[in-house]
T-cell receptor, first 115, second 114 residues
Framework: GAVVSQHPSWVICKSGTSVKIECRSLDFQATTMFWYRQFPKQSLMLMATSNEGSKATYEQGVEKDKFLINHASLTLSTLTVTSAHPEDSSFYIC???????????FGSGTQLSVL | GNSVTQMEGPVTLSEEAFLTINCTYTATGYPSLFWYVQYPGEGLQLLLKATKADDKGSNKGFEATYRKETTSFHLEKGSVQVSDSAVYFCALSNPYSSASKIIFGSGTRLSIRP
């Protein structure tokens, strides 16, 4: 089946620094990628949808200047958490979809801890 | 709005025990319902789905029936194995919203003792 690689799997950073998370589709071209966030004991929440070559669409309440999403190619999307703060500590997960298909393929997630 | 509520974990069972993980939903119209599974170190993957009332999704010995009258989609397996240890997510996709917006429950961690 299709594989989505997400890197890093965990990261610890100091408050005020920026962190980049990568999401790659290894054996298919992902026209659309999605970024989710999950706080402990809460649901996976969709943060934004990114289509290759265009600006990401953010869900209500998600700060686009804080969570920068780039989807420059059909196999790579990145999420950059800028000026991270402890309240940004969370589990971030990406998923990807082929054009015209409903099925989603998920990365294994990134646990971010901001000190 | 649309939401999914599933039983809080962790759930710990002995091998060959019967498993039920409860899931209820709130949605307008007729959503599609899913169970996703995340094995340690891997991404979420679709376990089974049902797209209309009374449909039963099944895969790898797991089953779930779409119950519109009780707005439920409980996951069951008759005899669990150690290899079933994972986190299970109930989810819905509402056809009246964008197909990309899958709404997830909070996940239930399942541990199976040998």
């Amino acid at each position: 089946g299709a594989v989505v690689s997400q890197h890093p799997s965990w990261v610890i950073c100091k408050s005020g620094t920026s962190v980049k998370i990568e999401c790659r589709s290894l054996d298919f071209q992902a026209t659309t990628m999605f970024w989710y966030r999950q706080f402990p004991k809460q649901s996976l929440m969709l943060m934004a949808t990114s289509n290759e070559g265009s600006k990401a669409t953010y869900e209500q309440g998600v700060e686009k200047d804080k969570f920068l999403i780039n989807h420059a190619s059909l196999t790579l999307s990145t999420l950059t958490v800028t000026s991270a703060h402890p309240e940004d500590s969370s589990f971030y997960i990406c998923s990807a979809r082929v054009a015209g298909a409903e099925k989603l393929f998920f990365g294994s997630g990134t646990q971010l801890s901001v000190l | 709005g649309n939401s999914v509520t599933q039983m809080e974990g962790p759930v710990t069972l002995s091998e060959e025990a019967f498993l039920t993980i409860n899931c209820t939903y709130t949605a307008t119209g007729y959503p599609s319902l899913f169970w996703y599974v995340q094995y340690p170190g891997e991404g979420l993957q679709l376990l089974l789905k049902a797209t209309k009332a009374d449909d039963k999704g099944s895969n790898k010995g797991f089953e779930a029936t779409y119950r519109k009258e009780t707005t439920s989609f409980h996951l069951e397996k008759g005899s669990v194995q150690v290899s079933d240890s994972a986190v299970y997510f109930c989810a819905l996709s509402n056809p009246y919203s964008s197909a990309s917006k899958i709404i997830f429950g909070s996940g239930t961690r399942l541990s199976i003792r040998p």
